[in-house]
């Protein structure tokens, strides 16, 4: 499995995904030490100023101001701190979850396999974004609430994936041997069937992250997001609306924030499963 | 002089492994005149089945002819332009497959296949094909054909699917059948009607046949000449009778003394040791190909390849220790069937499993009886084989058994305990029945290291082995299972099949069981690698001292190894006695099938059941 990962370095894909991620995480980890302002500073005196390359720009804004004075380049990089934080913790809760439950589902089978099965279809039967936005009128806004309500929604996703998988690996002989030999199903599920299912689940956990970052910036531009203090990339695009004609900049770029964010996570993801599954390598990339 | 319809001229067919060509077929020549049959015979990786790829011009990738000449009725086959080649296949050259039922497709009717093939052959009329399609089923013995054209593959069985497509290639009169092991994945109690009708048709059609396959015993009975190969050359060829009788090359006595005999006296098997070199290793081979393995090697043979000599009439050999192969014996003491225990270890009693079918939920459930009373009970030290035609329920009695099925009724009890007694599930008394399972490919854990799986006893429950205890149950299992020891770090898809299926045997045996349940284990391996295996456990049974339950279909394998035989059929035990009397009085109809499915061991006496006289149906 390392050496798996350490294989999958020598895809370009993986590569180029990764340079991305890493300095998206550098924006996100050092916001307060490369912001040159703060984001929440309202400057009256100069607002909707536009980016450095068109006219009429102002040097202290480089990426100009918002209609409140705010300078977009600090609220950008915060924003990222946002996005990351958002992305890493609701993919790793909604994998947690939906692991657990895949593979109790697809390992034990019979009722209890009936029983989740049927969960996640009446779950998935909700329209995800519906769903998180009913989530967050009543869990109310904040970061925390986002990271939750997108595992309460996403959990299902990763279930429903690794649970076929699971049924494919536990149907193999040496699953039936461990029990032979006396391992209990707990030893069984995490020691022969999970090592064979983590490929799967390294591929949906980054596909994931980019599903979280688009969720968090949809809940964030209706105002249902991390809350209005805090800078997120689907909130600056809420604000720029109503400007849009007089300063495009302020939409289009946090929504290219977003699309390099989740651009660079999919590739990640796809270059991750050429690599890590088997059926797929074996064939050639 | 009649026109040969298949003739093979130091024919060469090379695969490009790394880079550079090695040749996977070398100079193989053969001459196959109308209405011959032709056995090509040789374990697996020999190349047989690259001559029927050849000819359909179905190689795998990477694999060309590189020289010689595959002449098909004097025309040159593989310089033949595609479309003449296209209307020589499946008209004058029709092919048997391997799988009958995934040959078929499975969402056409058997009508609608047989009329699309009869169409282009060029039968305009819809009413002459569905004439023609009936009498050529019925012709291969189908009842009821007229029914079978509104079928579909997976309403039939194997022994059906496989009759459907021996009528689908002759329906075309073809001048050349090839069949590539037509009877290997089908039943044994079917192989005998199978292998008559394929003959009986050829009679008929005229037609030549090659026969491909990896029993000596049984291209004896079917063919008129044999092509014996190994690592891509054909070491021996000849008339098959011949060939049989007094094989030349030390490779084909060899295959001839590691094959268990089923009516003769039981003799040793004789263990050739290692396996067939891998196209990889044949690139960095010189001289004769089979000398790490022969026991008449001498300096010379490794020093240039032998050539291909004939020393009879028709019988060529390529060995220049060709005249001492007869003398070959095998050295190793037989191994005793039975060491007269009587202290009973495992006794089963009554044992039922029944399946539900359907959930209930929508449309009805119903239950099938996959093991119907069965009893039993086997002693210390003792092998017994369970045998019986796939479906039977083998495999569900060694499930129950070892406690991955349930039991639906009885008892089974070890050494008094009744395992069927859930406060007992995963005790150290079930732990002490082991089981070897079919598949190693699937048995073995691709992510665990071999000292890891044949120590995984180790890790279970609570006891936690050190990396270092670990290790030296490995070094001393490895030495048990025949590996070396530098085979502990490696991973199951670095093995070979039957490297595989010592691991997998170690594996059950690291915390020495009092029972072992060995299902089909030998039957997916080449026969020099199923002597090694068998030899291993009589000699682990002797060493270790346990008790096997030994699921099987060859009934040589078991005559050789087992002491008492339990015949199966249908979920229930219909016969049950010590192997030599079973074997020598068969009471069950299905147990006399089942023996008269076994090729006699000397070619020249025949073998009853390919013979036309008997009325056998499936």
Redesign the interface.
């Known amino acids: ?1 390392p050496a798996a990962l350490l294989r999958s370095l020598g895809s370009p894909r993986v590569v180029i995904a990764l340079c991305m991620i890493l300095c998206i995480m550098f924006c996100a980890v050092f916001a307060s030490r490369i912001a040159p302002n703060d984001p929440g500073d309202q400057n009256l005196l100069s607002i909707l100023t536009p980016p450095f390359w068109v006219e009429g720009s102002d040097p202290a804004f480089v990426l100009g101001t918002d209609s409140l004075g705010r300078d977009v380049l600090s609220r950008l990089i915060y924003g990222a701190r946002t996005a990351v934080l958002v992305a890493f913790f609701a993919s790793l809760g909604a994998m947690i979850v939906g692991t657990i439950l895949a593979h109790v589902s697809g390992y034990f089978g019979g009722t209890t396999d009936w029983v989740i099965s049927r969960l996640v279809d009446v779950w998935m039967s909700f329209p995800p974004v519906i769903l998180s936005l009913i989530l967050m009128v009543g869990l109310g806004v904040g970061l925390d609430r986002v990271i939750l309500a997108i595992i309460l929604v996403d959990w299902t996703r990763f279930c429903r994936v690794l649970r076929s998988e699971v049924l494919v690996v536990t149907r ?3 699953v ?9 199903h707990w ?1 069984a599920i995490t ?2 069937v999970l ?2 299912t983590l490929p799967l689940l390294i591929t949906l956990m980054s596909l994931e992250m980019a599903i979280a970052v688009v969720v968090e910036a949809i809940l964030s531009f209706v105002g249902l997001g991390v809350g209005a203090n805090q800078p997120a990339w689907g909130q600056m695009i809420a604000d720029a609306r109503q400007y849009v004609y007089q300063s495009p900049w302020n939409l289009l770029l946090p929504a290219l924030a977003i699309f390099l964010t989740v651009t660079s996570f999919n590739l990640l993801g796809d270059g991750l499963r050429r690599t890590l599954d088997v059926r797929l390598a074996e064939s050639g990339r | 002089m009649t026109v040969l319809t298949l003739q093979a001229k130091d024919l060469e067919v090379g695969a490009r492994i790394d880079g550079q060509v090695v040749p996977a077929i070398r100079g193989l020549s053969f001459d196959l005149a109308p209405g011959e049959i032709l056995g090509l015979v040789g374990e697996s990786g020999a190349g047989k089945s690259m001559i029927g790829r050849s000819i359909a011009k179905l190689l795998p990738p990477g694999f060309e002819i590189t020289a010689g000449s595959l002449l098909f009725e004097g025309e040159r086959l593989p310089q033949m332009p595609p479309a003449r080649r296209r209307a020589l296949l499946g008209r004058a050259i029709a092919f048997i497959p391997q799988q009958p039922m995934t040959a078929l497709n499975p969402v056409m009717t058997i009508g609608a296949q047989f009329d699309e093939h009869l169409a282009r052959l060029g039968e305009d009329n819809r009413k002459g094909r569905r004439e023609r399609a009936i009498a050529a089923l019925a012709a291969a013995r189908l009842p009821r054909p007229a029914d079978l054209l509104s079928q579909y593959a997976h309403q039939l069985s194997g022994g059906m699917c496989q009759r459907v497509l021996i009528a689908f290639a002759f329906s075309s009169n073809p001048r050349l059948v090839i069949a590539d092991e037509p009877t290997t994945a089908l039943d044994v109690t079917v192989h005998p009607p199978i292998l008559r009708l394929i003959a009986e048709m050829q009679q008929q059609h005229g037609t030549a046949v090659i026969f491909i396959t990896h029993d000596l015993r049984l291209a004896a009975q079917l063919c008129d000449k044999i092509v014996v190969m190994y690592a891509g050359r054909a070491i021996e060829s000849g008339p098959a009778r011949s060939i049989l009788s007094k094989p030349a090359h030390p490779y084909t006595r060899c295959l001839q003394l590691a094959n268990p005999t089923m009516h003769s006296p039981r003799r040793a098997l004789y263990v050739m040791p290692d396996q067939m070199p891998s196209l990889r290793q044949l690139a960095n081979m010189s001289g004769c190909h089979f000398a790490p393995r022969c026991p008449l090697v001498v300096a010379n043979c490794r020093q240039a390849e032998p050539p291909n000599v004939a020393i009879a009439n028709g019988h060529r050999v390529a060995c220049i220790r060709a005249t001492e192969a007869e003398n070959i014996a095998t050295t190793d003491a037989l191994a005793a069937t039975t060491e007269n225990s009587q202290r009973t270890v495992l006794q089963v009693d009554k044992l039922q499993k029944r399946y539900a079918i359907g959930d209930g939920l929508f449309g009805g459930a119903r239950t099938v009886e996959a093991v119907k009373d069965a009893s039993f009970s086997i002693a210390e030290n003792e092998f017994v084989a369970l045998v019986g035609e796939s479906g039977s329920g083998k495999s569900t009695i060694a499930k129950l058994l ?3 099925e349930q039991a639906s009724g009885g008892r089974i009890l070890l050494n008094g305990d009744d395992l069927t007694d859930p406060s007992l599930r ?1 005790s150290a008394e ?2 002490s029945v ?2 070897v ?3 190693p490919q ?4 691709p ?1 665990r290291r071999v000292a890891s799986i044949v120590t ?2 180790m ?3 609570t006891r936690h082995a050190t990396w270092e205890e670990r290790l030296k149950r490995t070094g001393e299992l490895l030495a048990e299972i025949g590996l070396a020891a530098d085979f502990a770090t490696r991973l199951p898809g670095q093995l070979s099949g039957g490297q595989r299926q010592r691991v997998n045997i170690g ?2 045996l ?2 020495i069981p009092k029972v072992l349940i060995a299902d089909e284990i030998v039957s997916g391996l080449d026969v020099s690698i199923q002597a090694q295996l068998l030899n291993l456990l009589a000699r682990l049974r002797s060493e270790l001292g346990f008790a096997m339950l030994f699921i099987s279909h060859d009934l040589s394998v078991v005559r050789y190894l087992c002491s008492r035989v339990l015949v199966m059929y249908r979920g229930e035990i219909v016969e049950q006695g010590p192997v030599e009397t079973v074997f020598a009085n068969p009471q069950h109809a299905h147990t006399r099938a089942l023996l008269s499915s076994v090729p006699p061991d000397d070619p020249q006496s025949p073998w009853p059941a390919l013979r036309p006289a008997a009325s056998m149906s499936n």
């Open positions: 499995m193999h002989d040496y039936g041997a461990a029990r032979l030999l006396g391992f209990t030893q020691r022969e090592p064979a | 070892v406690g991955l995963h079930r732990a082991q089981m399972f079919q598949d699937s048995a073995l854990n992510r995984q006893a890790e279970a429950g594996r059950a690291c915390n």
